[in-house]
């Protein structure tokens, strides 16, 4: 059987700037499939190019066996898109908004009313659905957002990024919602910079970075790659410069990297037992305080470390 989406060597560039760069990659029915790099990877503009809002400078993407250069009407009638930012009427209510959405995509009537009723139980808002949206929570427009990507029952779903900038309980509702949907059979293109959200949902990830698609593969195939290695984690106080730390530990023998980011300090060791000793040596020779550490086995975020040399979330 012929993958629901296939993506050939896709190219964009804006004004001499190559936002994607020759990315490639398949997706099969039924499938899980996540992109994860950090903000400015690329994935925005794959996910455009992908749902026909964007043509490609170069290449060709082809889903449900339609091209989205050649007929993107045919294709677009297959995704549903989730995007980035809230596609949504905040003076009208959720009823409205998905009403509207629905006549778009050329729906209408009783089956219709059918219809926004389903997938306002789906995201749980069926009792907040007379509100104005404009009193939502951001983690309630987060879900009337996949909502109205849900209406035409598409075969593949684009989500981009749809846990951005809300609270813990929205964003695990949302993730519950997101494997809901699949094992109920929808294929889903899930776009995300944040480690744990590709571990948890996909069957296989595509690390993108710099437009690249740099790795592609399971979960387990991707932490292959780094190896029998240990990941490290350091916790600083606020306020503490790190700079010195980071030189002294990269000069530590057995040390594979080391990266910083949020008042953290990250390190990729074959053994992290006895890279402890060392590493505190280091940091009290310097007059570093460490709040605490965290041993990890290898993740997603080790492998963005081993292939780019940073964090995902710099």
Known sequence: MLPILEAHNLVKKFNGFTAVDDVSFAIEEGEMFSLLGPNGAGKTTTIAMLSCLLAPTAGEAVIGGHSVTRDPMAAKKIIGVVPQDIALYEELSALENLHFWGRMYGMGGAALKRRIAEVLEE????????????????????RINIAVGLLHRPRLLFMDEPTVGIDPQSRRNILDSVKALNRQGMTVLYTTHYMEEAQELSQR???????????????????????????????????????????????LPDMRQVTTADHQIVLIVPDAQEAIPPVFAQADRLGFKIRSVEIEEPNLEAVFLHLTGRALRD
């Open 123 to 142: 995201v749980g808002l069926a009792d907040k659905a007379k509100q104005r949206v404009k009193t939502y929570s951001g983690g309630m427009k987060r």
């Open 205 to 251: 990830v595509g690390i993108i970075d710099h437009g690249r698609l740099i790795a592609l593969g399971t979960q387990q195939e991707l932490t292959q790659m780094v190896g029998q290695m240990d990941a490290l984690r350091l916790h600083l106080p606020e306020g503490q410069e790190a700079g010195e730390l980071i030189a002294a530990l990269q000069a």
